[in-house]
């Protein structure tokens, strides 16, 4: 299980219409997701808790929750890059090769992801 405190830093619009795409910062792990307006709006500058782990109760305590499939984890040089499919939504973690998130996932494997706002 994760939970990162974070600060949402930039939000864009995709071409999708009512899809945007978040970025945040959450100490040493950049995340990027994308979300449906009409689902959960998130303005820049806000805090943020994101938790990634298996309870659905824990999830379900969070104002957004969704289950979604880790469908890569790639060393890119220095760091990882972790991508989470949430229902063709997608939700990368990027982490330095240090960090003790790498060894949290494993691919294919069923996480729920939550969001909160502090």
């Known amino acids: 299980m994760v939970e990162l405190e974070c600060t949402v830093d930039k939000r864009e619009a995709l071409r999708m219409p009512g899809v945007y795409r978040l970025y945040a910062l959450c100490e ?3 995340l990027g997701m994308e979300l449906l307006e009409e689902v959960y709006n998130i303005p820049s500058g ?3 808790v994101v938790y990634i782990g298996k309870e659905k109760d824990k999830c379900l305590e969070m104002d957004f929750c969704g289950h979604g499939y880790i469908v890569s984890s790639t060393k890119m040089d220095d ?3 972790t991508i989470i499919s949430i ?3 997608l939700l990368i ?3 330095p090769v240090k960090h003790e998130i790498k060894d949290l996932f494993k691919l294919i494997e069923k996480y729920y992801v939550g969001i909160k706002r502090v």
Request: aromatic share 6%.
């Open 28 to 30: 040493d792990i950049s």
């Open 79 to 81: 760091h990882y890059r």
């Open 46 to 48: 806000s805090r943020i």
């Open 87 to 89: 229902g063709g939504l």
């Open 93 to 95: 973690l990027k982490h």
